[in-house]
């Protein structure tokens, strides 16, 4: 074939391509009440993950490295000076990165006055009962959770000389380390599950439409039409319900985000917290949008298949 010819035929496969890309989508148009009821479902069906995912998403989001979240409070032992106390902190700090303050017993004992308003009482002692406290905040390794990390920090320091106690509330933070890998985990479950009922919403409704236009088709097999020329719009029709259910659910995602923005805003504020609400990145609608645009094409080649190879049973049936 001459490179003519191979231009020529290149050419008029797109055209063809292009014809049946938006005769489709204008099929969809002329069936408007049809065409808007399975959109809908398919919206509603991908909007559910879609919603699971953004929470999930701005959980995994917050600061879980906050300072007064992973701080362990070190007391100790009486009469353990200065010296000794600024010396483990460089230890802490050489050997695990963590960050340290330390709060002398002064200072302990001034914070002890405001916080409890026994101001008065407090003189009553001859001397100050309150032990030299270290606080540590522990450094994440790659690849490590801050759980566990605190965890090996309290084990080390635990075992120094002059140390009392360890107090460390990291125990939260393994909970909610779980609850967020169980949400994850049903983020990836719901996805699957609703990425088959939009499969076979479309694969139902694409078989719906081959069965409207049965007569059509076997007009275009007598006239020699291969498969893949009846399949292609039914195809693309396919592939615009995923598509148009994607960007419906998108659509339903934003409204219910700006919904929600204010008593969200107004609950985060009243914790001291300025954390902002985040929605899917550029990228991710993107991905959302073809996923859509892929599950409904899927539907529609499993729909047209199976017409397809019914046909060939039918042909056999009647050849003997």
């Given at each position: 074939?001459?490179a003519?010819?191979l231009?020529?035929?290149?050419?008029?496969?797109?055209?063809?391509?292009?014809y049946?890309?938006?005769?489709s989508?204008?099929s969809?148009v002329s069936?408007?009440?049809g065409?808007l009821?399975?959109v809908?479902?398919l919206g509603?069906?991908?909007?559910?993950p879609?919603?699971?995912?953004?929470?999930?998403k701005?959980?995994?989001?917050?600061d879980?490295?906050?300072?007064?979240?992973?701080?362990?409070?070190?007391?100790m032992?009486?009469?353990?000076?200065?010296?000794r106390?600024?010396?483990?902190?460089?230890?802490?700090?050489?050997?695990?990165g963590?960050a340290t303050t330390e709060?002398?017993?002064?200072?302990?004992?001034?914070?002890?006055?405001r916080?409890?308003?026994?101001?008065?009482?407090?003189?009553?002692?001859?001397e100050?009962?309150l032990p030299w406290?270290?606080e540590?905040t522990?450094?994440?390794?790659?690849?490590?959770s801050?759980?566990t990390?605190?965890?090996?920090?309290?084990?080390?320091?635990?075992?120094?000389d002059?140390?009392d106690?360890?107090q460390?509330?990291?125990?939260?933070?393994q909970?909610?380390?779980?609850?967020m890998a169980?949400?994850?985990a049903?983020?990836?479950?719901?996805?699957?599950?609703?990425?088959?009922?939009v499969v076979v919403?479309v694969a139902n409704?694409?078989r719906l439409?081959?069965?409207?236009?049965v007569e059509?088709?076997?007009?275009l097999?007598?006239?020699?039409?291969?498969h893949?020329f009846?399949?292609q719009?039914?195809?693309?029709?396919g592939?615009?319900?995923?598509?148009?259910?994607?960007?419906?659910?998108?659509?339903?995602?934003?409204?219910?985000m700006?919904?929600?923005?204010?008593p969200?805003?107004?609950l985060?504020d009243?914790y001291?917290?300025?954390f902002e609400?985040?929605?899917?990145?550029?990228?991710?609608v993107?991905?959302?949008?073809?996923?859509?645009?892929?599950?409904g094409?899927?539907?529609?080649?499993?729909?047209v298949?199976?017409?397809?190879?019914?046909?060939?049973?039918?042909?056999?049936?009647?050849?003997?």
């Amino acid at each position: 074939m001459t490179a003519g010819g191979l231009r020529s035929r290149l050419r008029a496969w797109g055209r063809r391509q292009l014809y049946s890309f938006f005769s489709s989508l204008g099929s969809l148009v002329s069936h408007k009440l049809g065409a808007l009821l399975t959109v809908l479902v398919l919206g509603v069906a991908m909007v559910l993950p879609l919603g699971l995912f953004v929470t999930v998403k701005n959980l995994d989001a917050l600061d879980l490295q906050n300072r007064n979240w992973g701080t362990l409070s070190v007391f100790m032992q009486p009469g353990v000076g200065a010296e000794r106390v600024r010396s483990l902190a460089q230890r802490i700090g050489e050997q695990f990165g963590a960050a340290t303050t330390e709060l002398s017993p002064e200072r302990g004992m001034e914070e002890f006055r405001r916080a409890s308003g026994f101001g008065e009482a407090m003189t009553l002692f001859d001397e100050n009962p309150l032990p030299w406290v270290l606080e540590v905040t522990p450094q994440q390794p790659a690849g490590e959770s801050i759980d566990t990390a605190a965890a090996d920090l309290t084990e080390w320091i635990s075992a120094q000389d002059g140390v009392d106690f360890v107090q460390a509330d990291f125990k939260w933070l393994q909970r909610l380390a779980r609850l967020m890998a169980l949400g994850n985990a049903i983020v990836t479950v719901l996805g699957v599950l609703f990425s088959l009922a939009v499969v076979v919403v479309v694969a139902n409704t694409i078989r719906l439409d081959v069965a409207g236009r049965v007569e059509e088709i076997q007009v275009l097999q007598l006239v020699g039409a291969s498969h893949g020329f009846i399949r292609q719009p039914f195809l693309y029709s396919g592939f615009w319900y995923g598509l148009l259910g994607a960007s419906l659910a998108l659509i339903l995602l934003s409204a219910c985000m700006l919904y929600l923005a204010r008593p969200l805003s107004e609950l985060l504020d009243a914790y001291g917290n300025t954390f902002e609400v985040s929605g899917l990145s550029g990228r991710e609608v993107l991905v959302f949008l073809i996923s859509g645009g892929a599950l409904g094409l899927l539907g529609a080649l499993l729909a047209v298949q199976r017409y397809f190879r019914q046909f060939r049973l039918d042909s056999a049936n009647a050849g003997k």
